[in-house]
């Protein structure tokens, strides 16, 4: 039980336990991350999407004639209905933005499940429409928006490979492929952030699960929560030479802008997810990329770190998930209008894990509020006001 009184207000609920979860932990003074009971240094660059996902869906890795069943039912879902072509069509017409019209397509997912389908249905089925059918929509929508016809998904490609062959209609190379799923585990699950939280608040109702989600992309696509980790990169370019990054920083911090890619709510060391994805783009640019533009984001890295510590000693302003997910995202030759649907693509995971788990518990999330109005008011009619 939490000691905090019941009539206590407690701003953004900072530090209010509000859900017991066996899903992830996150301690930002170790800076850790633990995701189903291994350190996200352990899971994110060795197991592909489907494995993480199903290890966050039942508590346990799947033996291989689970995981063959676990991405066939994801196959078989991951075409999009009609009505859902029709709406990205639609929105495409409109130039409409792709979080947007992530949240409007979102709300379609269970409809038109395949007669070929495993028999899973209800909130089971459509967490697994959801998963399947979040990369068909961005990727879908990308093209429609750069008037080029979709790419169906391939059935030979498993769940990272399919988005990058829908978005370009190329199958991607293995380390593509590898640096994407590395990617998408890393962000799977953090704990009970802002959409999770959305997504727990709506299932506690008993809603749905597609009710859920798309509640949570609203939340998600705040820049407060999802931002846009574009600008980390876009830093990076506008120093563009190694030699230019002390200045140009110099004068950035003492102007008193905030630089992207740098502090975090939670974590007060370095993000655990920044060494992962550093280690991810690495291997990415050092094989499949400009190893140049990593070198210099590595200068970028440390001489900011640097005149953080000179500027603001004791702050502990380390880099965040932000900075390596721009640079592999950028690697991977995705525009920066993507970056955060693509986060999405991870975490619609997390989301669903979250609400089976809080359907399980089955107890109403209903927070208390104080009342700041007036009491004392009294009725005036309309024609003495």
């Known amino acids: 039980m939490s000691n905090i ?81 029709d709406l990205l069509r639609a929105a495409a017409s409109e130039q409409a933005l792709t979080m947007d019209t992530l949240r409007m397509a979102a709300g379609t997912t269970s409809l038109g499940t395949p007669d070929n389908a495993p028999s899973e249905a209800g909130f089971y089925g459509d967490a697994l429409a959801l998963v399947a059918r979040f990369p068909a929509i961005v990727a879908t929508y990308w093209r429609l928006l750069k008037e080029k016809e979709p790419v169906a998904p391939d059935p030979e490609l498993g769940h990272a490979a399919n988005y990058l062959y829908m978005l370009t209609g190329k199958p991607p190379s293995a380390g593509y492929v590898r640096a994407l799923e590395t990617y998408l585990n890393t962000v799977v699950d953090h704990g009970l952030n802002a959409s999770t939280f959305v997504a727990r608040a709506i299932v506690s109702t008993r809603s749905d699960v597609v009710s859920a989600v798309v509640g949570a992309i609203g939340s998600l696509k705040g820049p407060l929560h999802g931002g846009a980790p574009g600008p980390a990169l876009d ?11 002390k200045p140009y920083l110099r004068e950035k911090i003492e102007h008193g802008e905030r630089l992207m890619g740098f502090g975090h709510r939670v974590y007060k060391v370095r993000d655990p997810r920044a060494d992962v994805l550093a280690g991810a783009a690495k291997r990415l640019y050092t094989n499949d990329g400009d190893e140049a533009l990593y070198e210099l984001a590595l200068e970028v890295e440390k001489t ?17 998930v932000e900075f390596y ?27 669903t894990a979250h609400c089976f788990e809080q359907r399980v518990q089955d107890r109403l999330i209903r927070p208390q509020s104080r009342y700041t109005g007036p009491k004392d008011r009294s009725w005036i009619p309309l024609e003495k006001r």
């Open 235 to 245: 830093m990076v370019f506008e120093i563009g030479e190694a030699n230019r990054a």
């Open 5 to 85: 009184s019941q009539n206590t207000l407690v701003p953004g609920l900072e530090g209010v336990v509000a859900a017991e979860t066996s899903l992830s932990s996150v301690d930002g003074k170790a800076g850790e991350l633990i995701i189903a009971g291994f350190p996200v240094e352990e899971l994110a660059s060795r197991a592909n999407f489907e494995e993480t996902v199903y290890l966050l869906w039942h508590n346990a890795l799947p033996d291989a004639e689970q995981l063959t069943t676990f991405k066939e039912a994801l196959s078989v879902r991951r075409p999009l209905p009609r009505a859902t072509l």
């Open 304 to 320: 900011t770190l640097r005149l953080l510590a000179e500027y603001k000693p004791g702050r502990n302003l380390s880099t965040n």
């Open 325 to 351: 997910t721009a640079l592999l995202l950028h690697g991977l030759q995705l525009p920066t209008d993507l970056f955060t649907a693509t986060f999405a693509v991870g975490r619609v995971a997390g989301w």
